[in-house]
Nanobody, 115 residues
Framework: QVQLVESGGGLAQAGGSLKLSCVVSGRIFSGNHMGWYRQAPGKQRELVARITSGGGTTYADSVKGRFTISRDNAKNTVYLQMNSLKPEDTAVYYC?????????WGQGTQVTVSS
């Protein structure tokens, strides 16, 4: 059974940091591109960052220079280090493959940034 379990969210003040983790099980991880996505209230889910199987990364303009995506293939885990957080980063954050596979969305982890 394929599972993606996100963790690490919480409440942070503007300018603060959080590190999200996503553990993948039930499917080969190392050869796949992965992404972090987020959905704010009343908005569509959007891609925040992605990392290729080889470690190449791309970011949404809104988080470039503040967020860093990384992966540990030995642990089947993808991370999102979020620095200089802003209130507009408030959302539920999800991981999935890139491009995302419908039906494999996890519960996500809530990130709330206060001003």
């Amino acid at each position: 059974q394929v599972q993606l379990v996100e963790s690490g969210g919480g409440l942070a003040q503007a300018g603060g940091s959080l590190k999200l983790s996503c553990v993948v099980s039930g499917r080969i991880f190392s050869g796949n591109h992965m992404g972090w996505y987020r959905q704010a209230p009343g908005k569509q889910r959007e891609l925040v960052a992605r990392i290729t199987s080889g470690g190449g990364t791309t970011y949404a303009d809104s988080v470039k220079g503040r967020f860093t995506i990384s992966r540990d293939n030995a642990k089947n885990t993808v991370y999102l280090q979020m620095n200089s957080l802003k209130p507009e980063d408030t959302a539920v954050y999800y991981c999935n493959w890139y491009p995302p596979i419908v039906g494999y969305w996890g519960q996500g982890t809530q990130v709330t940034v206060s001003s």
